[in-house]
């Protein structure tokens, strides 16, 4: 197999002006135009309003490349364009190759006729995605109306780009395109493999470390009928026969016997153990250690494989449908976030930036992410990253928010659409689940078309979801959960999962959306809740990346500009004002804004998590952010964690003491999701604002159950000995494992904090420095509460953050700059101009807790 890698410097044509400047590919229109200097930064103040022509223009992409010899020896050359962005036409050397109309569909094109040897040009002709969408709402028989948001491209759900492109109310709308991810050449004598795919079973009686089955599928592209020579080899188990492959494409199907493989485990259960299987296919006599031909005359693959057991538990109970991921036997707590695309502008989807924000996921304790509806299937290096980090995946399809159309050309070029990810897909141990859109399900109900006709509507979406997507994953992937929609009850099950907790996935809005109080999340029992959130600002670091000096101001034009949710800066502030004391100025306001949105996340995952088994997934929206600017995210856009990341460390933890406040009574719990029972001692004390025990109200032993939530405590606040403004409950847990004591900690203010007598904590700080880096070392004379340190000017985060530190506590809290904290290539990321020492730490530290904030 030869292969020519296509990325690199490109051209790129406005058709308008004929006007030509450099553009990188891998990569976008937008990011190449604010490269060139002809535009400028589309997230800084409100520039974004000012470049939406861009997505109304035609631009052509193009580049020169040599054909080696090499290649030009071999009998096939394909072109292969992994994501094409979107309406499209691709030449070489003056002649048309194929079009392209779905972004999610890889492009593919037997060029062998066309090269020639030397000097060849390939051409991509991008037309106007918001023209395209108009012009096919033009010729629609009735409307198939989509969700607006505050800047919108119309019509976005009749062209299959990715939704969120258009607008969203947590991002901007930026119609730009462009070809992403892998771009290439691939020349071979005969058969090709397109997609290698396994099903990977325990045999029956050989035990738990007994030997596997493995079921493989192999995509074929060949161009002829043939007898081919196939190799194989996976974990110690090999196979080299000869087969016989159709013209055309077809499936080859072998089977392999692997002894004794470990298991792959999601994070925080064992092992990621991945083992890679090599396949190559070639004319007869071209593989194997006894091949005769020229080794370029064969196609190689490789794929990686883990060994495990997975499905998704939605058997019938006393409560409704559970919906449990179950995996080598073991019930999962399903612990995480949903992820939306790494950035608006696709250049800066990189490997580096995957790393970084799914580290700081599983980081945070997190074994799950869901791939929203509204983005885009990710890059193979997202998925492969997830099986290496133990993230299981809950995969969406590529509907969001809207109704979408039947057509006969819409449904096929659907239906080709799945069939290439599940096929690309299929083979991550990650995957957990398919689901057929992002609250397409519910849409139906929101629009006054489809509610004055109600029919029609149903039938469109049956004849996607059911017809098309969720028959071709059924065929494809059988062994895999197929659920129909989030929010949803599963097949043929219409349930309200808005507002029933008792059947399948639920998403849970009413606290943000309804502004109802933190409370209200202890009002509901979901099987599985799949998205819910609260907002916050960003830091001041961020704030200021984004918004010029007179604008560092939240209810400023640039301020409300990167604010898409039409009431969400009212909504953050009118929820601060109900819970705290009015904050003295914008950074305490910012900081505010962090402290009520890790409170809100913590209410409902500590509640639900104490609800095991009944409820087993707790995903809050949203992991990351595509620009600057408030959102619902846990980290800011340049990878930094907000407040909310460093509490989801802590509210995921495996073993965790937990404490609310429900039908006016204390109550506290322990969870443990190990797999092995503790023994525990559990200590509530009762204390004032300066630190004293206003009454040691429990101290006892427990025995907290493996894979449970075990109720330790509870009393009526009003029986309490103070006044719930007066003091505080501090609880503390300390667990026995395998000789070791791991204590938890939690404190729970009984009234809202603005009630409460908090007294000034006396911060103290010192900074040193040792061989593994730099520390602050902090105290407290009196409890402070969600402690957080700023390093202003310089670059980076400290290990914890939002914590409380206790009266007379000491914590010595590491600083992580630059590209420690988040990675080197994430947006926003500055290198220290020069080296952070002690002295510039010291210098820069700024403190805040609750009771700094507001005097």
Request: charged share 25%; proline share 6%.
């Given at each position: 197999m030869?292969?020519i890698?296509?990325?690199?410097?490109?051209?790129?044509?406005?058709?308008?002006?004929?006007?030509?400047?450099?553009?990188?590919?891998?990569?976008?229109?937008?990011?190449?135009?604010?490269?060139?200097?002809?535009?400028?930064?589309?997230?800084y103040?409100r520039?974004?309003?000012?470049?939406?022509?861009?997505g109304?223009?035609?631009?052509?992409?193009?580049?020169?490349?040599?054909?080696?010899?090499?290649?030009?020896?071999?009998?096939?050359?394909?072109?292969?364009?992994?994501?094409?962005?979107?309406?499209?036409?691709?030449?070489?050397?003056?002649?048309?190759?194929?079009?392209?109309d779905n972004?999610?569909?890889?492009?593919?094109?037997?060029?062998?006729?066309?090269?020639?040897?030397?000097?060849?040009?390939?051409?991509?002709?991008?037309?106007?995605?918001?023209?395209?969408?108009?012009?096919?709402?033009?010729?629609?028989?009735?409307?198939?109306?989509?969700?607006?948001?505050?800047?919108?491209?119309?019509?976005?759900?009749?062209?299959?780009?990715?939704?969120?492109?258009?607008?969203?109310?947590?991002?901007?709308?930026?119609?730009?395109?462009?070809?992403?991810?892998?771009?290439?050449?691939?020349?071979?004598?005969?058969?090709?493999?397109?997609?290698?795919?396994?099903?990977?079973?325990?045999?029956?009686?050989?035990?738990?470390?007994?030997?596997?089955?493995?079921?493989?599928?192999?995509?074929?592209?060949?161009?002829?009928?043939?007898e081919?020579?196939?190799?194989?080899?996976?974990?110690?188990?090999?196979l080299?026969?000869?087969?016989?492959?159709?013209?055309?494409?077809?499936?080859?199907?072998?089977?392999?016997?692997?002894?004794?493989?470990?298991?792959?485990?999601?994070?925080g259960?064992?092992?990621?153990?991945?083992?890679?299987?090599?396949?190559?296919?070639g004319?007869?006599?071209?593989?194997?250690?006894?091949?005769?031909?020229?080794?370029?005359?064969?196609?190689?693959?490789?794929?990686?494989?883990?060994?495990?057991?997975?499905?998704?538990?939605?058997?019938?109970?006393?409560?409704g449908?559970?919906?449990?991921?179950?995996?080598?036997?073991?019930?999962?707590?399903?612990?995480?976030?949903?992820?939306?695309?790494?950035?608006?502008?696709?250049?800066?989807?990189?490997?580096?930036?995957?790393?970084?924000?799914?580290?700081?996921?599983?980081?945070?304790?997190?074994?799950?992410?869901?791939?929203?509806?509204?983005?885009?299937?990710?890059?193979?290096?997202?998925?492969?990253?997830?099986?290496?980090?133990?993230?299981?995946?809950?995969?969406?399809?590529?509907?969001?928010?809207?109704?979408?159309?039947?057509?006969?050309?819409?449904?096929?070029?659907?239906?080709?659409?799945?069939?290439?990810?599940?096929?690309?897909?299929?083979?991550?141990p990650s995957?957990?689940?398919?689901?057929?859109?992002?609250?397409?399900?519910g849409?139906?109900?929101?629009y006054?078309?489809?509610?004055?006709?109600?029919?029609?509507?149903?039938?469109?979406?049956?004849?996607?979801?059911?017809?098309?997507?969720?028959?071709?994953?059924r065929?494809?992937?059988?062994?895999?959960?197929?659920?129909?929609?989030?929010?949803?009850?599963g097949?043929?099950?219409?349930?309200?999962?808005w507002?029933?907790?008792?059947?399948?996935?639920?998403?849970y809005?009413?606290?943000?959306?309804?502004?109802?109080p933190?409370?209200?999340?202890?009002?509901?029992?979901?099987?599985?809740?799949?998205?819910?959130?609260?907002?916050?600002?960003?830091?001041?670091?961020t704030?200021?990346?984004?918004?010029?000096?007179?604008?560092?101001?939240?209810?400023?034009?640039?301020?409300?500009?990167?604010?898409?949710?039409?009431?969400?800066?009212?909504?953050?502030?009118?929820?601060?004002?109900?819970?705290?004391?009015?904050?003295?100025?914008?950074?305490?306001?910012?900081?505010?804004?962090q402290?009520?949105?890790?409170?809100?996340?913590?209410?409902?995952?500590?509640?639900?998590?104490?609800?095991?088994?009944?409820c087993?997934?707790?995903?809050?929206?949203?992991?990351?952010?595509?620009?600057?600017?408030?959102?619902?995210?846990?980290?800011?856009?340049?990878?930094s964690w907000?407040?909310?990341?460093?509490?989801?460390?802590?509210?995921?933890?495996?073993?965790?003491?937990?404490?609310?406040?429900?039908?006016?009574?204390?109550?506290?719990?322990?969870?443990?999701?190990?797999?092995?029972?503790?023994?525990?001692?559990?200590?509530?004390?009762?204390?004032?604002?300066?630190?004293?025990?206003?009454?040691?109200?429990?101290?006892?032993?427990?025995?907290?159950?493996?894979?449970?939530?075990?109720?330790?405590w509870?009393?009526?606040?009003?029986?309490?000995?103070?006044?719930?403004?007066?003091?505080?409950?501090?609880?503390?847990?300390?667990?026995?494992?395998?000789?070791?004591?791991?204590?938890?900690?939690?404190?729970?203010?009984?009234t809202e904090?603005?009630?409460?007598?908090?007294?000034?904590?006396?911060?103290?700080?010192?900074?040193?420095?040792?061989?593994?880096?730099?520390?602050?070392?902090?105290?407290?004379?009196?409890?402070?509460?969600?402690?957080?340190?700023?390093?202003?000017?310089?670059?980076?985060?400290?290990?914890?953050?939002?914590?409380?530190?206790?009266?007379?506590?000491?914590?010595?809290?590491?600083?992580?700059?630059?590209?420690?904290a988040?990675?080197?290539?994430?947006?926003?990321?500055?290198?220290?101009?020069?080296?952070?020492?002690?002295?510039?730490?010291?210098?820069s530290?700024?403190?805040?807790?609750?009771?700094?904030?507001y005097?």
């Amino acid at each position: 197999m030869v292969r020519i890698d296509l990325a690199g410097t490109w051209r790129l044509e406005r058709l308008s002006d004929h006007s030509v400047r450099p553009m990188a590919a891998p990569g976008d229109i937008m990011s190449a135009l604010v490269a060139s200097g002809e535009i400028p930064d589309p997230y800084y103040d409100r520039e974004e309003l000012g470049l939406q022509w861009i997505g109304r223009e035609d631009w052509r992409l193009y580049r020169s490349f040599d054909a080696t010899e090499r290649l030009l020896k071999r009998r096939r050359v394909r072109l292969e364009i992994d994501s094409v962005d979107t309406i499209a036409e691709i030449s070489l050397n003056g002649r048309i190759v194929g079009a392209s109309d779905n972004m999610f569909l890889r492009f593919s094109a037997d060029v062998t006729e066309l090269l020639r040897p030397g000097e060849n040009e390939l051409s991509v002709t991008l037309r106007s995605p918001e023209r395209a969408a108009a012009d096919r709402a033009g010729r629609l028989r009735y409307p198939v109306p989509a969700s607006v948001y505050p800047v919108s491209s119309p019509h976005r759900n009749l062209v299959r780009k990715a939704q969120c492109m258009g607008g969203w109310d947590w991002g901007p709308c930026l119609m730009t395109g462009g070809l992403y991810d892998g771009i290439r050449l691939v020349g071979a004598d005969g058969p090709m493999i397109d997609y290698v795919r396994y099903a990977a079973t325990p045999e029956a009686g050989s035990g738990r470390d007994g030997a596997w089955t493995v079921e493989l599928a192999i995509d074929i592209d060949s161009p002829e009928a043939a007898e081919a020579s196939l190799s194989l080899s996976l974990a110690g188990a090999s196979l080299e026969k000869t087969v016989a492959v159709d013209a055309g494409r077809s499936v080859l199907r072998e089977r392999l016997r692997v002894e004794s493989p470990e298991r792959w485990w999601p994070a925080g259960y064992g092992d990621q153990r991945l083992y890679e299987l090599a396949a190559e296919i070639g004319p007869a006599g071209s593989t194997g250690p006894a091949a005769t031909t020229d080794p370029d005359a064969s196609y190689n693959a490789s794929i990686r494989v883990g060994f495990r057991e997975l499905h998704v538990d939605t058997t019938e109970d006393a409560h409704g449908k559970p919906m449990t991921f179950v995996v080598n036997g073991r019930p999962v707590f399903a612990k995480g976030a949903n992820w939306i695309p790494a950035d608006a502008l696709p250049s800066r989807w990189t490997r580096a930036r995957y790393e970084s924000l799914l580290r700081s996921a599983a980081e945070a304790n997190m074994n799950c992410v869901r791939v929203w509806g509204g983005g885009r299937y990710e890059s193979d290096a997202f998925y492969e990253l997830c099986d290496e980090l133990g993230l299981l995946v809950w995969q969406d399809c590529m509907f969001s928010c809207a109704l979408y159309p039947s057509s006969k050309e819409f449904l096929s070029s659907v239906e080709a659409e799945t069939r290439h990810q599940v096929r690309r897909l299929a083979s991550h141990p990650s995957l957990a689940l398919w689901c057929g859109n992002n609250e397409a399900l519910g849409a139906i109900t929101w629009y006054d078309e489809s509610r004055n006709s109600p029919a029609r509507y149903i039938v469109d979406y049956d004849r996607l979801t059911e017809g098309t997507v969720g028959r071709v994953i059924r065929e494809l992937d059988p062994g895999r959960t197929w659920w129909p929609s989030s929010p949803s009850a599963g097949p043929d099950d219409f349930a309200d999962n808005w507002h029933s907790d008792s059947r399948g996935d639920m998403h849970y809005w009413s606290v943000w959306h309804e502004g109802r109080p933190f409370s209200d999340y202890l009002s509901v029992r979901p099987r599985f809740c799949s998205e819910f959130g609260f907002q916050s600002f960003p830091s001041y670091r961020t704030v200021a990346s984004f918004a010029p000096d007179g604008e560092r101001n939240v209810s400023s034009p640039t301020m409300e500009h990167h604010q898409r949710h039409p009431r969400g800066n009212a909504l953050i502030v009118e929820t601060m004002l109900r819970y705290f004391r009015m904050p003295r100025g914008l950074r305490e306001t910012l900081y505010l804004s962090q402290v009520q949105q890790a409170m809100a996340i913590k209410t409902a995952v500590e509640y639900w998590r104490c609800n095991r088994p009944r409820c087993m997934g707790a995903l809050y929206w949203q992991l990351n952010d595509v620009w600057p600017g408030a959102s619902w995210s846990s980290l800011e856009y340049d990878g930094s964690w907000k407040l909310l990341h460093h509490e989801a460390k802590r509210f995921f933890d495996p073993l965790i003491a937990a404490a609310f406040v429900r039908d006016g009574s204390v109550q506290v719990y322990a969870v443990n999701d190990g797999a092995e029972a503790l023994e525990a001692e559990a200590r509530l004390t009762l204390r004032r604002f300066d630190g004293s025990a206003a009454a040691e109200l429990a101290t006892f032993d427990a025995v907290l159950g493996a894979e449970a939530a075990t109720p330790l405590w509870s009393a009526p606040v009003a029986g309490l000995p103070t006044s719930p403004g007066e003091a505080f409950l501090d609880v503390e847990l300390s667990a026995r494992r395998a000789g070791r004591v791991e204590t938890r900690r939690t404190a729970l203010f009984l009234t809202e904090p603005k009630a409460c007598a908090v007294r000034d904590a006396g911060i103290r700080t010192n900074v040193d420095a040792d061989a593994e880096g730099l520390f602050v070392v902090i105290s407290a004379e009196a409890p402070a509460f969600y402690v957080a340190l700023e390093a202003d000017g310089l670059p980076g985060r400290f290990s914890d953050a939002g914590f409380h530190l206790a009266a007379g506590e000491t914590r010595r809290l590491r600083f992580l700059p630059g590209a420690e904290a988040t990675s080197d290539e994430a947006p926003g990321a500055v290198a220290p101009d020069q080296p952070v020492t002690a002295d510039r730490l010291s210098a820069s530290l700024r403190v805040m807790d609750l009771r700094s904030s507001y005097e």
